[in-house]
């Protein structure tokens, strides 16, 4: 962009109006690209970004303002005062640079769908920008459709988990808990995929919670032709989806479509919670906080007050899963230790393959 300002304006000087727009274009374009590669990061559970708490220090929002102010205050420098130096461009892209990457690493993992989106809206906004600077209405269109989408999903996700786009960015889980979480008792109770598909073939109605277990293991395409050995067998099948579910927004909805699913078997979270107290099996591959009754119990609990799906009203749950570990929350999932829970160990592919063989066998 700033290539083409410089060659559409030869040697005579853009106006002050013009500079700013380029100016703010490429702090908020800046900004969005730190801060995506390090959501890029979280997402992909680099060592360096698992730790959220080590990025966390007493007064981290005013030493990112006083970033933020300086990356503004030079900005306008550049601007108004024509100072077009390597050393003044070169100071401002990195305190944009430090100020993206301060923003996004404190933020914990299970925020990052919303943190995602956001920057989604930043780009948009950036690109809007730099197409007024340079007259280029195909960016100002696009830019404008990117950022309002962004915008719009992301406060919907906020909406979602129950808490404010603020409040995701400047604060975080561990920091919204008050007092001493619930001790989870009980025990894991496992269970082999034959027995589990003993169980939902003979169910009336199963419910099935895709999560970030069935993305990595690209199951959804199993997942779905065990669905349609269950529905040949008369059985109702639902796709119950929450809208943080995976690592971006729509995610599950992507993974489900590209698999075949029809859309009239996908079921947003309030249109389908009603249904959990109804339905025989419901089958969790992969997800863990979205499901985590300490939402609605625990106010001690960090993620008390998100809105979660009722899995734990079924009358039997499955669990497909890796391994016991906890999910972005950091805390233990009350629902896997329940006396209506059975844990089925495994890769989400194969166990969906073992599922497909033991409703096969069953005749």
């Known amino acids: 962009a700033a290539v083409e300002l410089l060659k559409?304006?030869?040697?005579?000087?853009?106006?002050?109006?013009?500079?700013?727009?380029?100016?703010?274009?490429?702090?908020?374009?800046?900004?969005?690209?730190?801060?995506?590669?390090?959501?890029?990061?979280?997402?992909?559970?680099?060592?360096?970004?698992?730790?959220?708490?080590?990025?966390?220090?007493?007064?981290?929002?005013?030493?990112?303002?006083?970033?933020?102010?300086?990356?503004?205050?030079?900005?306008?420098?550049?601007?108004l005062g024509h100072v077009f130096g390597g050393p003044a461009l070169t100071l401002f892209f990195l305190l944009a640079l430090a100020f993206g990457a301060m923003m996004a690493l404190p933020i914990g993992g299970a925020d990052m769908p919303v943190v995602i989106s956001l920057f989604n809206a930043f780009t948009g906004l950036a690109v809007a920008l730099e197409g007024f600077v340079l007259g280029n209405s195909a960016m100002i269109i696009a830019g404008i459709i990117v950022?309002?989408?962004?915008?719009?999903?992301?406060?919907?996700?906020?909406?979602?988990?129950?808490?404010?786009?603020?409040?995701?960015?400047?604060?975080?889980?561990?920091?919204?808990?008050?007092?001493?979480?619930?001790?989870?008792?009980?025990?894991?109770?496992?269970m082999e995929p034959p027995d589990a598909a003993i169980q939902m073939a003979y169910a009336a109605k199963v419910i099935i919670v895709p999560g970030y277990g069935m993305a990595v293991?690209?199951?959804?395409?199993?997942?779905?032709?065990?669905?349609?050995?269950?529905?040949?067998?008369?059985?109702?099948?639902?796709?119950?989806i929450h809208p943080v579910a995976g690592r971006m927004p729509g995610h599950m909805n992507v993974l489900l479509a590209e698999a075949g699913v029809p859309y009239d078997l996908i079921f947003d979270m309030d249109e389908i919670n009603e249904e959990f107290q109804t339905a025989d099996v419901a089958l969790v591959i992969g997800a863990n906080d979205v499901v985590n009754p300490a939402a609605r119990t625990d106010k001690a609990s960090p993620i008390y007050g998100m809105p979660?799906?009722?899995?734990?009203?079924?009358?039997?749950?499955?669990?497909?899963?890796?391994?016991?570990?906890?999910g972005f929350a950091g805390i233990e999932n009350a629902l896997f230790f329940a006396d209506n829970t059975r844990m089925v160990y495994g890769d989400a592919q194969k166990v969906a393959a073992g599922l497909i063989q033991g409703i096969k066998d069953l005749g």
Do not use: Y
Not at 40 to 64: I, M, P, S, T, Y
Not at 173 to 189: D, H, I, P, R, Y
């Open 8 to 79: 559409d304006h030869g040697h005579e000087l853009p106006s002050n109006t013009t500079l700013l727009m380029a100016v703010a274009g490429a702090l908020i374009g800046t900004v969005a690209f730190s801060g995506s590669v390090v959501a890029f990061g979280k997402l992909q559970e680099l060592k360096f970004f698992r730790d959220d708490a080590k990025f966390r220090f007493a007064g981290q929002q005013k030493v990112n303002a006083i970033v933020f102010g300086a990356a503004v205050v030079l900005g306008l420098v550049i601007a």
């Open 147 to 190: 950022g309002s989408s962004g915008t719009l999903l992301t406060l919907m996700m906020a909406k979602a988990m129950n808490r404010s786009v603020a409040n995701v960015l400047f604060s975080n889980w561990a920091a919204l808990a008050s007092g001493e979480a619930q001790a989870v008792t009980g025990s894991l109770k496992p």
């Open 217 to 240: 293991a690209q199951a959804q395409h199993k997942i779905w032709e065990m669905c349609k050995l269950l529905i040949e067998r008369d059985v109702v099948v639902k796709f119950a």
């Open 308 to 326: 979660i799906l009722n899995v734990d009203h079924a009358k039997n749950v499955q669990v497909i899963k890796r391994g016991k570990g906890v």
